[in-house]
């Protein structure tokens, strides 16, 4: 059956061309708990729209139709000049702790949700437009996107997904042939996002702090509903609430996620509660970066004046803002208020474990080890110390140490690229011992851990400057190199490298 026509503009299904049918459709089960949870809204049309990057691959797993890729009215529709059929598109509330500062109203201020896609195995996802004009939680702002930031979050967590990260997905990125004015004018541009859902700790602490608890029971049924229904089957969930529940959940993606961003070198800038996601998916890429040279107290964001989201804090940060989701779901874990508050200091107390646990097994995998053992935490920490030091670059660090594993060294472009300092080579005879020749296996596994090519500053500083000048060939060259992270292939002499002097990226911008 069609979707029905829509009255926010032309229907893709009906618009001109052969092939318009299509199998799958919308859903929009977020919408169905009404306008106190979010509000219709219609894209703004842009005058010329342009194609940047499609991402086919992520279509593909998607299931999203052969006749909505990259065609003229699809491209109208990434620029939300269009809608596809079966689109209801709203913005969500949300509220949040902004560097520790409650804000109690956000909200969608330049993010439209066209609706929930389901794949034919019924995986449910999210689809939103990025800088697709104003909504009514834009707070005097245009709702629009520059270039630079959708070039950014395209290239960095399509590379994220390719690492092993849970991470939202970007699908399409459009130009919209406008300028968009922040410290000066800028071309503008439409980023199609995808996600799990765009839930937040923030829209939990909406209901919950600013709205007094109105709508926070009804929020916890859906998310638990649409992210962990299979949790509540399991036997230690018996007799729990479903914020209990909800609350367990989130904390174990949550320990997992930040230990990726540990082990990669990632920081992502701004990891305000309106940031994370319910479902455990990285999200906003704004002033985000991978380290260079490694440095503990390491920040990128233009606006992160006190380090306060620093390399060495995100798992504190994490677990700070954990421990406000669980302060937010206090009336709903248990009636009784002592039993409640009991359950709720449990899970956030057995939070710092859980990051341990998940850091030691993803960090024996990059020190080439069949496991985390008692004594690992001196030698990972030994390995650390050599390189700050120096400020001995992170990523070349770490696959020095597995060509080292493998004896590749000397046919590898590291060797030309990366050199150890004293401390580094003291520090290897320990792990040497500890890693006794290790297994194929047990290597295969280390190369995967430690990726050839990440996405290096300068190289996104680079690509953002051409797309500014309206050149894609970087970004799109760009983006196929780093689906394919732990291989070396030609060229990667110049992607691998540290930056020089004059390339070094010291602050990024998130665009708003």
Request: hydrophobic fraction near 40%; include cysteine.
């Amino acid at each position: 059956m069609e979707p029905a026509q829509q009255d926010a503009g032309p229907n893709l299904l009906t618009s001109p061309g052969p092939k318009a049918a299509m199998t799958a459709t919308f859903e929009n089960s977020y919408a169905h708990l009404g306008n106190t949870h979010s509000l219709q809204v219609t894209p703004t049309p842009v005058e010329a729209p342009e194609w940047m990057l499609f991402n086919d691959s992520l279509a593909t797993d998607m299931d999203w139709p052969t006749d909505w890729r990259q065609t003229p009215q699809a491209l109208a529709c990434f620029a939300g000049n269009v809608l596809f059929g079966g689109s209801n598109p709203t913005a969500t509330v949300y509220a949040g702790h902004q560097f520790g500062s409650y804000n109690p109203q956000l909200g969608d201020g330049r993010a439209i949700l066209l609706g929930e896609w389901l794949n034919g195995q019924g995986k449910r996802q999210d689809i939103q437009l990025k800088g697709a004009g104003p909504t009514p939680f834009s707070r005097g702002g245009d709702g629009r996107s520059p270039v630079g930031p959708v070039v950014r979050e395209f290239l960095v967590s399509e590379a994220m997904h390719a690492l092993g990260v849970p991470t939202t997905r970007a699908l399409a990125a459009v130009a919209s042939g406008e300028r968009v004015f922040r410290n000066h004018p800028e071309p503008g541009a439409v980023l199609t996002r995808v996600a799990s859902s765009h839930l937040r700790i923030g829209t939990v602490q909406y209901f919950a702090m600013t709205q007094g608890g109105d709508g926070l029971e009804a929020l916890v049924d859906h998310v638990v509903a649409r992210h962990f229904d299979e949790a509540l089957e399991k036997p230690e969930n018996a007799g729990l609430s479903q914020a209990a529940v909800l609350l367990t959940e989130v904390a174990g993606r949550l320990s997992l996620l930040a230990a990726h961003w540990q082990r990669l070198g990632f920081i992502h800038g701004v990891l305000n509660t309106d940031n994370m996601l319910l479902c455990g998916e990285t999200i906003d890429y704004g002033p985000c970066a991978f380290m260079d040279g490694h440095d503990p107290a390491r920040v990128f964001s233009s606006i992160d004046t006190q380090g306060r989201y620093a390399y060495r804090n995100q798992p504190g940060i994490v677990h700070w803002n954990l421990s406000v989701l669980a302060q937010c779901l206090l009336p709903l874990i248990d009636s009784n208020e002592d039993k409640s508050v009991a359950f709720a200091q449990a899970v956030i107390d057995a939070f710092p474990q859980q990051f341990t646990d998940a850091y030691g097994a993803l960090m024996a995998q990059k020190f080439g080890l069949s496991g985390f053992r008692e004594g690992d935490t001196t030698l990972i920490d030994g390995f650390f110390t050599a390189l700050a030091q120096d400020e001995l670059d992170f990523s070349l660090a770490f696959r020095w140490l597995t060509e080292t594993a493998q004896g590749t060294l000397d046919h590898s472009p590291v060797a030309d690229l990366f050199t150890p300092n004293p401390a580094l080579l003291d520090w290897l005879e320990s792990w040497q011992a500890r890693h006794k020749g290790g297994t194929d296996d047990i290597h295969a596994a280390m190369r995967l851990a430690n990726p050839a090519v990440v996405p290096r500053n300068h190289w996104i500083a680079a690509a953002i400057a051409d797309a500014e000048a309206g050149d894609y060939a970087l970004m799109q060259r760009l983006f196929q190199r780093w689906q394919q992270p732990a291989d070396w292939l030609a060229g990667d002499e110049q992607l691998a490298a540290p930056p020089t002097p004059d390339e070094v990226v010291t602050r990024t911008f998130c665009g708003t």
